[in-house]
Structure formats: structure tokens, C-alpha cells
């Protein structure tokens, strides 16, 4: 018999293969193709007893493996691990750019998969540990004893029911903070009242639009952040790293919250609405309303705004191509609208002319392209409305098209993070038992 027709039996996990020496050397250089070499046989792979080769792998992969030698086309199906494949390949020296169309897409997109909920798995851990850190030394002092039970208290709301009634009263004086912050803005707190400014030789009247700060809702906003400051002073100084602490974003919205009512009440409550510090004071108190990020961050529901997040960061290049994009339809639009109403402008109703500069242009075309379309702003000319056509046009296909992506995209990472989150519970689960 020659050699090319001698049959070679594999014995891979338990399961017999075999074949000829000539379907081994299909591929030289290959690891299959050694074992059709003569030296071969003198290797430990080789059992001289049983006349057999045999390999603790997996015989499902090797059985690809096989076929690929035999038709030099790479299949696979999907009943096997992904992951396990890639391995069994890179084992038997084939690489995996030799799958065939139609199974590399599956293990393209299995992969991918992979990927992503190793992501999740991990920004789920960060989110989880937040700014818990173990660490080697043992301390005794009464800050370690009650350390983990008062930090539990603030950053896991349902660990416990006492957590739950800390969230709670947390999430009640923010609403509380939030409302006297709206009811401070109506109408009847602020008066028109004249003041006598010297004017040379005289007085000249000015009126002036006065803000009048009530005492009552002063001290009720003095009550919630009494509560804010003891809540980021218990945090802080129970938080395992005080290092992680300072770079959270939230925990400086916590600080920056303190600020407002101690700077009014060292200004003495005279805080006038003309007066820039009333309009500083105003935008300083918006933190009350990020402060409700906090709180919904340490609920359990959030799952759906990490999963957001997560979408937003497997798209970020995406949607940096996609401003780009806007901003190019923007001030091209800007630029052609410009000159297309000053083509056929008339000089005598100049007064009519919307469009002043590029500037007001490239607002028009912003609220255009977003198809808002407030009205404020648009051509008068017919040259003008063509292109005002077109660029709703565009802007219909440059962010309605892409939406149905991020919709894709996001029940996509949803399943990952349901899948997730159900394992999560059932390894817990069986932890219990």
C-alpha cells in the first residue's frame, strides 16, 4: 500500500477518527499534517498498542477540523461554544479566517457577543464595588467596626430596610429642595420698585425689577440642606477611598448643593433680581435636580440607564461622525440660505430680511436639520425655500435614519444585561442552597 493511501486512526476524546495519511497532508506544516509523517509514530500522541493517535481535545471541533482537510471548506455549527471553537482551532494550528462565509459572520457576531457581555460584566462589578476597596490591614478601631454598615446605609438602598427608609428620606427633602428652588421663581416674590439714584446736580428715578426673598422658604431650603450636609459628611467620612470619592462627579453635585442658601444667608437674604449674584445663585441651585441622578443611580430599575449608558458608549464614534456630519449640513446650509436670500432680496424691504448674517443662518439651519422648525427665521425668497426644502430633507435622512441603530443596539445590550442579571441571581440562588 503507499504511503499517501495508508490509513491513520485518530482517537480524539474518546472518539475514533480515521482517514488518510494523503487528507492530513492536504495543509503542510500543519499539526495533522506531522502526524502523517513517519517520525510520527515515535511521539507520546502515539499509542503503539491500540495503533492510534490520541488527543485529550474535543472531538466535536476536531471533527470541523477533519472535514476541513478532506473538502478545504471550514463549517461549523452553532451548537458549540464560540469561544471553544477558537481555542480547538488555534490547537489544531487553523485559523480561523478559514471559516467559510456563512460561519464566520455566526462566530463574528457570537464573539461580539462575547465581548459585550464581558463589558457589561464588567461595568456592572465597577458599578457594583462603586468605591468599596478591601484591603490587607487590619483595623480595630470603631470607624472599621460600623465603616461597611453606614456606608451600606447611603450607597445600597435595599440592603436592608433601614437603607430603604435612609434613600427615602434622602429622596424626600431633594423633592422638597426642588420645589421651594420653583416656588422662589413665581411671579409674586418679584416687584417693580424705583430707586433714587444721584445724577449730577439732582436725583433721577430708576425702575427696577426687585426680587424679594421670603424668610419662610429660606429656612424650609435651610432645613433640606442641613440634611444634604450631614448625609455628604457621613459619606464621606465612612467611604473606604476617599481618592474615588473625590473624582465622582455626583459627590461634587452633592458639595456644590450646599453653597446657594449659606451664600444667601451671609448676603443677609437681600438678593436682588437684577443682581448678578440672584442669577448665579439660580443656576448653582439646578444641582438639586441633579442630585435625583444619585438616587436613581442606587436603585436597582437603573438597569435600563446602564444599559443606556453602555449603548452610548459602544456608539460614541458613531455619534461623534454623526455631529460631524451636522455641523458640515449646518454651515453648508448656513452658507447657501445667506446667499440665496440676498440674490433676490429686495433693497426696499431689507427690514423684512431674517437672515442678518451666517450666524442667525446657522441657527435656522440647526433647528431646521432637527426638524424642530420653530418658525422664527425662514426664507422669504423661492430660491431660499428650495433650499430650506432640501435641508429638512437632509436632516431627515441624517437623524431618522440612524435611530432604528441605536434602538438595534440597545435592546441588543438589554439582552446581554437581562442575561446577565438572570444568571447573576441564579448562581446567588444557588449559593443559598
Known amino acids: 500500500m503507499e504511503a499517501s493511501n495508508r490509513r491513520v486512526v485518530i482517537n480524539v ?147 436592608s430596610l433601614t437603607s430603604m427608609c435612609v434613600t427615602a428620606v434622602s429622596l424626600i427633602f431633594t423633592i422638597a429642595a426642588i420645589v421651594i428652588f420653583f416656588e422662589e421663581t413665581k411671579q409674586h416674590f418679584a416687584f417693580v420698585a424705583n430707586h433714587t439714584q444721584p445724577y449730577y446736580h439732582g436725583y433721577v428715578f430708576l425702575y427696577e425689577l426687585d426680587y424679594q426673598k421670603v424668610s419662610y422658604l429660606l429656612y424650609l431650603e435651610l432645613v433640606c440642606v442641613f440634611w444634604f450636609l450631614f448625609e455628604f459628611c457621613t459619606r464621606f467620612f465612612f467611604c473606604p477611598d476617599k481618592k474615588k470619592f473625590t473624582k465622582n462627579l455626583l459627590n461634587w453635585v452633592d458639595f456644590i448643593s450646599l453653597l446657594p442658601v449659606f451664600v444667601e444667608l451671609l448676603a443677609k437674604g437681600e438678593v436682588r433680581r437684577v ?70 432680496i429686495d433693497t426696499h424691504n431689507h427690514k423684512d430680511f431674517y437672515f442678518e448674517d451666517i450666524y442667525s443662518c446657522c441657527w435656522w439651519a440647526i433647528i431646521t436639520l432637527t426638524t424642530v422648525g420653530y418658525g422664527d427665521v425662514h426664507p422669504t425668497t423661492t430660491f431660499g425655500k428650495i433650499v430650506s426644502g432640501v435641508t429638512a430633507i437632509s436632516g431627515i435622512m441624517t437623524i431618522v435614519i440612524p435611530i432604528p441603530i441605536l434602538m438595534i443596539k440597545f435592546q441588543h445590550y438589554y439582552s446581554i444585561a437581562l442575561a446577565s442579571e438572570k444568571l447573576k441571581l441564579h448562581r446567588h440562588n444557588q449559593q443559598k442552597l
Open 275 to 344: 443682581d448678578y449674584l440672584w442669577k448665579i445663585l439660580g443656576f448653582v441651585r439646578t444641582v438639586y435636580i441633579l442630585k435625583l441622578i444619585r438616587i436613581i443611580m442606587h436603585i436597582e430599575g437603573s438597569l435600563i440607564l446602564r444599559v443606556l449608558s453602555g449603548t452610548l458608549r459602544a456608539i460614541l464614534r458613531e455619534i461623534f461622525i454623526l455631529l460631524l456630519v451636522l455641523a458640515f449640513e449646518t454651515l453648508f446650509y448656513a452658507a447657501l440660505v445667506f446667499y440665496a436670500e440676498w440674490s433676490e
Open 13 to 159: 476524546g474518546g472518539v475514533r477518527f480515521e482517514t488518510y495519511t494523503s487528507t492530513l497532508q492536504t495543509f503542510p506544516a500543519t499539526k495533522l499534517a506531522n502526524l502523517a509523517e513517519s517520525m510520527a509514530f515515535g511521539t507520546g500522541d502515539y499509542d503503539s498498542q491500540r495503533n492510534e493517535f490520541f488527543f485529550d481535545r474535543n472531538p466535536v471541533v476536531f471533527g470541523y477540523v477533519l472535514d476541513y482537510y478532506r473538502t478545504k471548506r471550514l463549517h461549523c455549527s452553532d451548537d458549540v461554544c464560540k469561544s471553544v471553537l477558537i481555542e480547538e482551532l488555534h490547537f489544531w494550528e487553523v485559523d480561523t479566517t478559514q471559516l467559510a462565509h456563512c460561519c464566520w459572520l455566526k462566530v463574528n457576531n457570537k464573539m461580539g457577543d462575547l465581548e459585550d457581555l464581558g463589558m457589561w460584566d464588567e461595568m456592572a462589578h465597577n458599578d457594583q464595588q462603586q468605591l468599596l476597596v478591601q484591603t490587607d490591614r487590619v483595623d480595630y478601631s470603631w470607624r472599621a467596626r460600623w465603616q461597611p454598615k453606614i456606608w451600606g446605609l447611603f450607597e445600597m438602598p435595599f440592603s
